[in-house]
């Protein structure tokens, strides 16, 4: 988080001398304008700064909602990135140059490093948009023919920090808790997408069978295959743990933490089969009767 006392020193340096040894700033104040031109963010109070690396001015345009720049040469670049450093998720920008016909390359610069470029001839603003709708950033770059032009719905988000939580694990196939399946088949269920799973990722408890597959690498949602071991022959309670080493993560690579979901079913395995019933007599005796007439059969 910014001081503001210090943020209030740097603009007013800007808007007293505009033109330092490395450029111009314009800073925004994401508490100004959250919802309009020139940005959309998740960051409560943060900063973008716009830096040239020539002597280009900013403004923002309160009118048109867009942050414009004027002064630039060709092979200037244009920064944007947080006050203070650090990483975010960039989504897109909307970016226009003053010239007819114009060059502009969007560079993304960190983790997920991109670059994307187009050819326009005309001013209307252009939509730039990371490879997969998000990437994770130190800074964008943009590079264009320039003469002067704006930028419009610059949009980020804060990087997610938060780890992926294990839901539940479910019965599958069969469905039925009792069962003397030698094959079966749970449900794990995460908060959010998660990666990089593997049958490693999971131990099955009671019975010495073992996870021998699982139906995605990625999801949410996976289902996980035992089979093996000594569960053909088992009796008892089977289910399913995380094992020790698992190495599961979200997208942003945040690591599930060890632990059993809140729900977690299990199977109990029935697999001695039923006996015969031994008749207590050899000799049985069947009596029928009719009026005075009695008929007794022996077997």
């Known amino acids: 988080m910014k001081r503001l006392g210090g943020l209030l020193g740097l603009v007013c340096l800007v808007l007293a001398f505009g033109v330092s040894a490395t450029g111009v700033d314009y800073i925004d104040n994401f508490d100004t304008d959250p919802t309009g031109g020139g940005f959309v963010t998740t960051f409560a109070t943060d900063y973008l700064v716009y830096t040239s690396d020539d002597s280009g001015s900013f403004w923002y345009d309160s009118a048109g909602g867009e942050i414009d720049h004027w002064g630039l040469s ?20 909307r970016f226009k140059n003053s010239a007819t016909d114009y060059d502009a390359t969007i560079s993304g610069i ?26 994770t950033v130190d800074r964008i770059e943009i590079t264009s023919t320039f003469v002067s032009g704006r930028l419009d719905d610059v949009t980020i988000e804060e990087p997610d920090a938060d780890p992926p939580s294990f839901d539940s694990i479910t019965r599958l196939t069969p469905p039925d808790e009792d069962t003397n399946a030698d094959t079966l088949v749970f449900q794990a269920t995460f908060s959010e997408e998660v990666q990089y799973v593997t049958i490693d990722d999971f131990e099955v408890t009671g019975s010495s069978a073992t996870v021998t597959s699982v139906s995605s690498d990625t999801g949410t949602t996976i289902d996980l295959t035992a089979s093996g071991g000594d569960l053909a022959g088992y009796e008892g309670i089977v289910g399913i743990d995380l094992a020790a080493g698992q190495d599961i993560a979200d997208l942003a690579d945040n690591a599930l933490p060890a632990g059993e979901p809140t729900t977690d079913e299990t199977y109990t395995l029935e697999n001695t089969p039923p006996t015969d019933p031994t008749p207590s007599s050899t000799s049985h005796t069947l009596s029928v009767w009719s009026d005075d007439n009695t008929v007794d059969v022996e077997w």
């Open 110 to 135: 960190g983790t997920d490093a991109f670059s994307l470029t187009a050819t326009k001839n005309s001013s209307e603003l252009v939509l730039f948009e990371a490879p997969g709708g998000s990437a």
């Open 74 to 93: 060709d092979g200037d670049v244009l920064t944007i990135e947080l006050d203070g450093g650090g990483e975010f998720v960039f989504k897109s920008l």
